[in-house]
């Protein structure tokens, strides 16, 4: 069986690229297949995996607008069963190049067919927007998973993110999935993150993780190490959830 999931929420900084880097670690570790796509032009997700943006020969542009087969464009990491396809900055001016194209919103659902079969999952980690990029990828997905931050205004945003998954469905993709909902950065100390997560549960009842990511400090430091938690610090409380989120994720199949 094999599963694309794709990580979306356009609010930026709620943990998407966190969780796509470390979900994609976590489920490699329990012994799956992962490629990670990394379909954000800040290309968090490829320097948290520790590849240089200078050294990728094809990135996720080459595959979206030039036709470059994916297979051409898969790296792999220093986790062994975690692959990726990188992004650069280049990827910022496929937006307004895909406007002009034809079939623009299934190009990423075409590429992945023709890896699709090697991978157990393949994870998509989206930009903070619900433009094309977002679009292909909840076209190419299977499923979403939406993390949401434990912070005020946890749910703003996200109507409009569950009207553009329904129009997905409805036009482009029928068979798209709510995965999860991921709550992430929650702060035990606080009541605030509390009242979050009771609102989000009655939003979206038995889709929310029981798997909940506090905030910890280690998450924040293994990007800069080009690491993921997993192998940056695999003793701290950031590894025993994401490794937790990663069997939960499994489990669900
Ligand atoms: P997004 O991809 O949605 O913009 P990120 O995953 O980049 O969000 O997270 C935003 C910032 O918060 C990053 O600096 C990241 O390191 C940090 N962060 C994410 N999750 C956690 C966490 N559970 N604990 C502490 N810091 C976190
Ligand atoms: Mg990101």
Redesign the pocket.
């Known amino acids: 069986m094999s599963k694309i999931i794709a990580i979306a ?1 356009q ?10 880097v470390n979900l994609g670690a976590g489920l490699a570790t329990i012994g799956k297949k992962v490629l990670l796509i990394d379909i ?1 032009p800040q290309g ?1 997700t490829t320097s948290g995996v520790g590849i240089n943006k200078a050294d990728v020969a094809n990135c996720i542009y080459d595959v979206l607008i030039n036709d470059v087969n994916p297979k051409d464009a898969i790296t792999q990491t220093e986790i062994e069963g975690l692959d990726i396809i990188p992004a650069t900055i280049q990827l910022a001016g496929a937006e307004i190049e895909l406007v002009s194209t034809v079939s623009r919103e299934v190009r990423l659902k075409k590429s992945l067919e023709q890896v699709k079969r090697s991978y157990d999952y393949i994870l998509i ?1 989206c930009p ?1 927007s619900l433009g094309i990029l977002t679009l292909n990828s909840l076209t190419a997905a299977d499923s979403v998973l939406i ?1 949401i931050q434990c912070e005020y205004y946890a749910l703003e945003g996200l109507s409009q993110l569950l009207n553009t998954v329904r129009l997905v469905q409805k036009h482009l993709n029928t068979s798209l999935q709510i995965e999860g909902v991921l709550l ?3 702060d035990a100390r606080t009541n605030l993150g509390i009242q979050v997560i009771e609102e989000v549960k009655k939003y979206f009842q038995q889709k929310v993780y029981k798997t909940v ?5 280690r ?5 800069s190490h080009g690491q993921s938690i997993i192998t940056y610090d695999p003793r701290s409380k ?1 590894a025993e959830v994401y490794l937790e989120l990663a069997k939960e994720v499994v489990s669900n199949e």
Do not use: C, H, W, Y
């Not at 609010?11 to 796509?20: A, I, L």
């Not at 990511?213 to 400090?217: A, G, L």
């Open positions: 929420n609010k930026g900084g709620v943990g998407k690229t966190t969780t796509s954000d968090n980690d903070p993390p992430t950065m929650f990511i506090p905030r910890n400090v998450l924040s430091e293994a990007p950031g």
